[in-house]
């Protein structure tokens, strides 16, 4: 099983970013798909999810800016991001798992599978 992520990096505030997940190794059109992030010094943040059928769900502090999306036929999903501000900086990372997990986890290994994360910087 894998999920690699990636189209971090730095951007300005205000700007915009598009992470990409690849999965592989499992039945993705089967499961919940997510997006959390970890900032410097701070916990894990339930960011976005995505049920197979494709209805979403956002964390207040990104409803709005961010729009999550998947590729069943790809095995990928996304997290398109506007407006970018500096507290967006983190790690983001992509997570799998075949039932709904409530808000943010306590760590990632409450998640079936989870990638190695990808950074985002946003700062002038």
């Known amino acids: 099983v894998q999920l690699v992520e990636s189209g971090g990096g730095l951007v300005q505030p205000g700007g915009s970013l598009k992470l990409s997940c690849a999965a592989s190794?499992?039945?993705?059109?089967?499961?919940?798909m997510y997006w959390v992030r970890q900032a410097p010094g701070k916990e894990l943040e339930w960011v976005s999810d995505?049920?197979?059928?494709?209805?979403?769900e956002y964390a207040g502090s990104v409803k709005g800016r961010f729009t999550i999306s998947r590729d069943n036929a790809k095995d990928m999903v996304y997290l398109e991001m506007n407006s970018l501000k500096p507290e967006d900086t983190a790690v983001y990372y992509c997570?799998?798992?075949?039932?709904?997990?409530?808000?943010?986890?306590?760590?990632?290994?409450?998640?079936?599978?989870w990638g190695q994360g990808t950074q985002v910087t946003v700062s002038s």
């Open positions: 997570a799998a798992d075949k039932d709904y997990v409530l808000g943010t986890p306590r760590a990632l290994g409450e998640y079936d599978y």
């Open positions: 190794g499992f039945t993705f059109s089967s499961y919940w």
């Open positions: 995505i049920h197979a059928s494709g209805s979403t």
